[in-house]
């Protein structure tokens, strides 16, 4: 079958909006760095928007750092995809001509480096997880232990982690008096801007004091909250839209129609004019990214790990169990809800509806696999400021510990039906296939590095996990959570 590319773009149907502007005519003013489905379905997106409409030299390179993969795919169609919205009985495709080219950073360190310290380059924008950053569990400080972390503390040449070549080229800017750099996360991450210039000035404090000290002078890292379901793209999905378009599209990426990217306005020079296309630039970027992440991704995460234990497939499947609804309704209205300071007037009602209409959408599958990864990293950013907040103002904790002991149980590697599954969590190794009975009591030593002395301080908390982890043992994790209803 015929492969789109600039030579086969006319082809496509009248249905798929095409890219207003000469691709040609603007150079690259971007790197992004962990170029993955969500990066093409949303930043892309807003830069493709910016393009079309406002022209500029902001095209993007976009850069692999763990594989080939997304560089196989995107250089035979000349860097064109289609990103396909997917609605309950909609669906809207169109061509996105923003990526200018994709480097893998296993095979081409130096063209990485080259490109973050070329002189049109201004922004580097980042979705490396949160486990990209090398941080240890209390999340302010780079985790020494790790290999690819102590490497590039070292300068070893080539670069392993995102700071590593972060560090080789701003080291390679300063010397050639250019500019510093408008650096901006877009990860679930607490804080995500403040976390990267902790992460990279520590790693740069180590090795060149100096290149710290132009770093902290002349370099912006404004915090941001980014909002899109995005899963990874299935097999029949990529063969149906092939037979919809009439030609094969390896880098397609499917996402819900519901966009948001909210950005800290503090920038070291010129950025592209995404507030004209969507985008909103604000002075306090918490209260938006604190909504986020207590209300949509804790609740995620919690449908994840239990759905992965019940051997439930996919979100909406977990979504639309009614106890699971409830269960996810009760935690945001009344643990997460409270916790939350967003402007007087914000429609929170409206919002929470809405993550549970978007959470059920069955036209865009998310399978809880998918979401369960890196479960220990997601859990003290989403999950335990909303139980600590309520243990401090004598809330309610009962949905937090629920989640709790669900992530527990996840971390056991082996679902209700005996099957076994991966954990890629390497601070839950201890926990998985230990054949004993988990009880947050039992295990507090091991849950230090993630809880602190949390169950200690509040032993209302360790038995209310205590008394789900039973219930689940005793009626099953799904029917355990009836008791939330009783």
Same mark, same amino acid.
């Given at each position: 079958?015929?492969q789109? *590319?600039?030579?086969?773009?006319?082809?496509?149907?009248e249905?798929?909006?095409?890219?207003?502007?000469?691709?040609?005519?603007?150079?690259?003013?971007?790197?992004?760095?962990?170029?993955? =489905?969500?990066?093409?379905?949303?930043?892309?997106?807003?830069?493709?928007?910016?393009?079309?409409?406002?022209?500029?030299?902001?095209?993007i390179?976009?850069?692999?750092?763990?594989?080939? $993969?997304?560089?196989?795919?995107?250089?035979?169609?000349?860097?064109?995809?289609?990103?396909?919205?997917?609605?309950?009985?909609?669906?809207?495709?169109?061509?996105i001509?923003?990526?200018?080219?994709?480097?893998?950073?296993?095979?081409?360190?130096?063209?990485?480096?080259?490109?973050?310290?070329?002189?049109?380059?201004?922004?580097?924008?980042l979705?490396?997880?949160?486990?990209?950053?090398?941080?240890?569990?209390s999340?302010?400080?780079?985790?020494?232990?790790?290999?690819?972390?102590? $490497?590039?503390?070292?300068?070893?040449?080539?670069?392993?982690?995102?700071?590593?070549?972060? $560090?080789?080229a701003?080291?390679?800017?300063?010397?050639?008096?250019?500019?510093?750099?408008?650096?901006?996360?877009?990860? /679930?991450?607490?804080?995500?801007?403040?976390?990267?210039?902790?992460a990279?000035?520590?790693?740069?404090?180590?090795?060149?004091?100096?290149?710290?000290?132009?770093?902290?002078?002349t370099?912006?890292?404004?915090?941001?909250?980014?909002?899109?379901?995005?899963?990874?793209?299935?097999?029949?999905?990529?063969?149906?839209? =092939?037979?919809?378009?009439?030609m094969?599209?390896?880098?397609?990426?499917?996402?819900?129609?519901?966009?948001?990217?909210?950005?800290?306005?503090?920038?070291?020079?010129?950025?592209?004019?995404?507030?004209?296309?969507?985008?909103?630039?604000? /002075?306090?970027?918490?209260?938006?990214?604190?909504?986020?992440?207590?209300?949509?991704?804790?609740?995620?995460?919690?449908?994840?790990?239990?759905?992965?234990?019940?051997?439930?497939?996919?979100?909406?499947?977990?979504?639309?169990?009614?106890?699971?609804?409830?269960?996810?309704?009760?935690?945001?209205?009344?643990?997460?809800?409270p916790?939350?300071?967003?402007?007087?007037?914000?429609?929170?009602?409206?919002?929470?509806?809405?993550?549970?209409?978007?959470?059920? *959408?069955?036209?865009?599958?998310?399978?809880? =696999?998918?979401?369960?990864?890196?479960?220990?990293?997601?859990?003290?950013?989403?999950?335990?400021?909303?139980?600590?907040? *309520?243990?401090?103002? *004598?809330g309610?904790?009962?949905?937090?510990?629920?989640?709790?002991?669900?992530?527990?149980?996840?971390?056991?590697?082996?679902?209700?039906h005996?099957?076994?599954?991966?954990?890629?969590?390497?601070?839950?190794?201890?926990?998985?296939?230990?054949?004993?009975?988990?009880?947050?009591?039992?295990?507090?030593?091991?849950?230090?590095?993630?809880?602190?002395?949390?169950?200690?301080?509040?032993?209302?908390?360790?038995?209310?996990?205590?008394?789900?982890?039973?219930?689940?043992?005793?009626?099953?994790?799904?029917? =355990?959570?009836?008791?939330?209803?009783?």
């Amino acid at each position: 079958m015929t492969q789109l *590319n600039e030579g086969t773009r006319h082809h496509l149907p009248e249905s798929v909006a095409q890219p207003g502007y000469d691709r040609a005519a603007w150079a690259p003013g971007i790197v992004h760095l962990g170029i993955g =489905a969500f990066h093409r379905a949303h930043q892309a997106v807003y830069t493709d928007d910016v393009l079309g409409r406002y022209g500029g030299d902001w095209r993007i390179i976009g850069v692999s750092l763990r594989g080939t $993969a997304v560089r196989d795919a995107l250089e035979p169609q000349d860097d064109l995809y289609t990103v396909n919205l997917c609605g309950d009985t909609t669906a809207q495709r169109r061509l996105i001509g923003a990526v200018a080219k994709v480097l893998a950073a296993r095979d081409q360190p130096q063209a990485v480096i080259d490109a973050l310290a070329d002189p049109s380059v201004r922004v580097v924008t980042l979705t490396i997880t949160e486990k990209g950053y090398g941080l240890d569990p209390s999340g302010e400080r780079l985790d020494r232990t790790r290999t690819d972390v102590g $490497a590039d503390l070292g300068g070893q040449w080539p670069p392993v982690t995102a700071l590593g070549f972060l $560090a080789h080229a701003l080291e390679r800017r300063r010397g050639s008096d250019l500019p510093g750099l408008t650096l901006i996360s877009c990860d /679930n991450l607490s804080g995500n801007g403040r976390k990267l210039k902790h992460a990279l000035l520590e790693l740069c404090q180590t090795r060149n004091p100096r290149l710290a000290d132009w770093i902290q002078s002349t370099c912006a890292f404004p915090c941001t909250m980014v909002d899109r379901i995005v899963p990874a793209a299935r097999t029949e999905q990529l063969e149906q839209l =092939a037979r919809t378009l009439g030609m094969t599209d390896a880098a397609a990426v499917f996402a819900e129609p519901f966009r948001q990217w909210v950005i800290e306005h503090h920038f070291a020079g010129p950025v592209p004019p995404w507030d004209k296309v969507g985008a909103e630039f604000v /002075n306090d970027v918490r209260p938006f990214e604190e909504m986020k992440l207590r209300l949509l991704n804790a609740s995620h995460s919690m449908l994840a790990w239990i759905g992965v234990v019940a051997g439930i497939d996919t979100i909406a499947d977990a979504v639309t169990v009614d106890s699971l609804w409830r269960m996810v309704t009760r935690y945001m209205h009344t643990e997460a809800r409270p916790t939350l300071q967003l402007p007087p007037g914000y429609p929170y009602e409206r919002y929470m509806e809405q993550l549970l209409m978007r959470f059920a *959408n069955r036209a865009l599958p998310h399978r809880t =696999a998918q979401i369960a990864v890196d479960s220990s990293q997601k859990l003290t950013q989403r999950l335990l400021p909303v139980l600590r907040w *309520n243990l401090e103002h *004598n809330g309610c904790i009962e949905c937090a510990c629920l989640g709790i002991a669900a992530w527990l149980r996840y971390s056991q590697g082996i679902d209700e039906h005996g099957k076994a599954y991966a954990v890629d969590d390497p601070s839950t190794a201890a926990l998985a296939g230990s054949g004993q009975p988990l009880r947050a009591t039992a295990w507090s030593t091991a849950l230090r590095p993630l809880f602190g002395d949390l169950f200690e301080r509040h032993p209302r908390a360790a038995t209310a996990v205590d008394a789900w982890l039973a219930a689940f043992e005793r009626d099953g994790i799904v029917a =355990a959570t009836e008791r939330l209803h009783g």
